[in-house]
């Protein structure tokens, strides 16, 4: 069992060594900290800690070092989330300020956190799975070319161009965008995909069956998007940062460069974290490995968003500033909150 102080000693240890870089001694912790014991009583803490496998020693008399159970001990019961600076909640609110649609916000979201912790930055897209859409339009920019725009009550938009079999005038994109409006708008995404399938096939009884070429081409081209609405995405920033910090992770960063470039494996790892209540969530190196990523650590904080929750967090090497990268996830994922819940009011 491990005595009160040697818990405190703990504290010293993960804080000394993610200041400085270097194992943490016993004459060191005596020398920065007001334990008012000696260091030989400090040494007697450590070894127990030690045999609770919670520090190790990376070289023969040299420091401890934590281990990947030595920082989850001390997330889990040692950690003070700080909150930041005046400075730090000022520069969030100005870089995300005025967006000037989702993408945007979730691009500066990123750049925000990579910047205040100078980790990975990571952030889930909100789900559109369950938004609605609320707008369908249709913009002529050639006779046999069309921009499609698809708008949805949970902020997602989508515009792609899309090239027609056949030639059509301005009356008849009137009527297409009324076909197709009428078939998915206030639709849920899901229903939404479904019914603008069976939109592709020749319906019997078509009005114009002319146009019917066009409208399955642009059913096509809608059934597409509505499928990328209903995926998971993963927008991140700050990958350069790996290369700086490599020193820090005990073997290749290959892997974490790969689940950078798949997006996969970290959508799967940030979906499956479990929260705290307060929304904080900590996934520490070895607890990573089923994915694929025991170097790393990943900390993230729940945003809400207008289809429920997602989540915004950083990745880095297992000696981070665990109370620091928390405290910045959690600001910037209230910003984040509020942003998209007065988005939602003012529409």
Do not use: C, W
Request: glycine share 6%.
């Amino acid at each position: 069992m491990v005595t009160q102080r040697g818990l405190e000693v703990l504290r010293a240890i993960v804080q000394d060594y993610v200041a400085t870089h270097e194992p943490v001694g016993s004459k060191s912790i005596v020398e920065r900290h007001a334990f008012g014991v000696s260091a030989a009583t400090i040494r007697n803490d450590m070894a127990q800690l030690e045999d609770e496998e919670l520090i190790t020693a990376p070289h023969t008399s040299s420091g401890r070092v934590p281990t990947d159970k030595g920082y989850r001990v001390f997330v889990n019961h040692l950690a003070q989330v700080r909150p930041l600076s005046a400075p730090q909640r000022t520069a969030i609110e100005s870089f995300l300020a005025a967006p000037s649609d989702l993408d945007d916000l979730m691009a500066r979201t990123v750049r925000v956190l990579t910047q205040l912790t100078g980790q990975v930055a990571l952030a889930q897209y909100p789900s559109f799975a369950r938004a609605s859409i609320t707008h369908v339009e249709l913009v002529a920019l050639a006779p046999n070319r069309v921009l499609v725009v698809l708008v949805t009550d949970a902020g997602g938009v989508s515009q792609r161009i899309s090239p027609l079999p056949i030639d059509i005038d301005d009356e008849d994109v009137a009527v297409l965008r009324a076909q197709l409006s009428a078939l998915i708008t206030g639709r849920a995404v899901g229903e939404a995909a479904e019914r603008i399938a069976s939109s592709i096939e020749p319906q019997t009884g078509s009005p114009l069956p002319r146009l019917h070429p066009a409208l399955a081409s642009l059913a096509g081209v809608i059934a597409e998007e509505l499928a990328e609405f209903r995926q998971e995405r993963l927008v991140m920033a700050g990958a350069a940062t790996l290369a700086r910090r490599e020193q820090d992770f005990r073997g290749s960063i290959h892997p974490l460069l790969e689940a950078i470039e798949e997006q996969v494996t970290l959508l799967r790892l940030m979906s499956e974290m479990v929260t705290d209540e307060h929304g904080l969530a900590t996934s520490i190196g070895t607890e990573n490995a089923p994915f694929g990523l025991g170097e790393a650590s990943i900390v993230a904080s729940n945003y809400a968003a207008p289809g429920g929750t997602a989540r915004v967090g950083v990745m880095g090497p297992t000696r981070m500033d665990y109370p620091s990268n928390l405290a910045a996830a959690r600001a910037v994922a209230r910003y984040l909150s509020r942003m998209l819940e007065e988005d939602e009011a003012a529409r």
